[in-house]
């Protein structure tokens, strides 16, 4: 399970997370990426190096790089997902900073649910605590390629590599648990110091794998959208005569996986009628085909009922239609799960009424091991539930396409999301 990589094989964007329990050093982190990868500008420094003083530090303190709401720099802890960008010579990266306390694990959801890899940190003083334990099975579920384990601060264990290998092995442990797809990795790092950041620094001669950037650069998202069949979840139909439209109806959206192209037969879901693609339309005008990312206007050979949250999809392999669906569930609220509510369920652009028919059991943090459910389903608890919807959805599951195998529950009265769910 565990690997280090040493080449790119398709470099591009990667998009990553960090995420770990409170002040294992996340934003530390990836203020070091940032100053080391020399992405900060002058006046950023200049203004991190006067907050530094003023708190009465004599090194600068490069986590006010990332922590940027008035809260945060408060309390000295990260609430929000913070986003950042950098770059090297070999690639494009994009931070999603995300909580670490356990209140705002669904923030670490939001910021996980576009991104490909993971950084999660342990506090080498530490080791592995419930909060990284639930970090790391949530990035392998939610279908990130890459783990990597970067055990931080062995600057304050005399960067003792046994305490590395400790920490390595029980992780491990705990991923044979239940996370066998998952790519996991292992780094160690001082944050504060720089060692196996972006450089290797001088107090880990021992560690003879990549620093932690260059086992980012070397992530491989080759595995292509384009490769998985063609989903396409209406957003919007236009009427004739509206601009880019002059004779039919339009369908808006964004093509979320696969390829579709003029002249293609397609199935709208849930009506179940075929029929063929008989122009594309982008902000450029007409084009020959579409491909995953796009926001496109379909037009389409027939007149067909078809309105918003409808899919439209390829003939080969379309999505399953049901209004029954075995998923798990992060639940976000802080209100107990009361058995017999109805929920409004979100998934791509469809919303439907539904309700939570059985929790079959809750997922462990500390073994994996699927226990019996009893008790309250209580904030940030993960199970397995079996889910009765008041009409039909069409969906993929989660494993297979994330943008249609992935949803949220709404509470209908406070209109606020209590859980995130992800398809068996």
Known sequence: MEKENTTVSQP????????????????????????????????????????????????????????????????????????????????????????????????????????????????ARKGLLPQSRRHIYLAALLGLSDIIVAINKMDLVAYDEHVFLTIRDEVLRFARGGLANARVSFIPISASVGDMVVDRGEHLSWWTGPTLLEALEAVDVSRSLLDLPARFPVQLVTRPGLPPLI?????????????????????????????????????????????????????????????????????????????????????LNTEAFEPQRRYLLRHTTRTVKARIKNIDARVNIHTLDRDQFVGNLAMNDIVHAQLALQQPIACDPYETNRATGAFILIDEVTNQTVAAGWID
């Open 247 to 331: 004779e039919s109806r339009g369908y808006l959206g964004r093509l979320e996986s696969g390829v579709l192209r003029r002249g293609q037969e397609v199935i709208v879901l849930p009506s179940g009628r075929s029929t063929t693609i008989r122009d594309i339309v982008s902000l450029e005008g007409s084009t020959e085909e579409a491909i995953a990312g796009d926001s496109i206007t379909l037009l389409l050979e027939d007149q067909l009922d078809i309105s918003r949250g409808d899919m439209i999809s390829g003939t080969f392999a379309p999505p399953s239609l049901t209004q029954s669906i075995a998923a798990r569930l992060c639940w």
């Open 12 to 123: 591009g964007v990667l998009r990553f997370i960090t995420a770990g329990s409170v002040d294992d050093g996340k934003s530390t982190l990836i203020g070091r990426l940032l100053h080391d990868s020399r992405a900060i500008l002058e006046d950023q420094f200049a203004a991190v190096e006067r907050a530094s003083r003023r708190r009465g530090q004599d090194a600068v303190d490069l986590s006010l790089l990332t922590d940027g709401l008035e809260a945060e720099r408060e309390q000295g802890i990260t609430i929000d997902v913070a986003y950042r960008y950098f770059a090297t010579p070999r690639r494009k990266f994009i931070i999603a900073d995300t909580p670490g306390h356990e209140q705002y694990t669904r923030n670490m959801v939001t910021g996980a649910s576009t991104a490909q890899a993971a950084v999660v940190l342990i506090d």
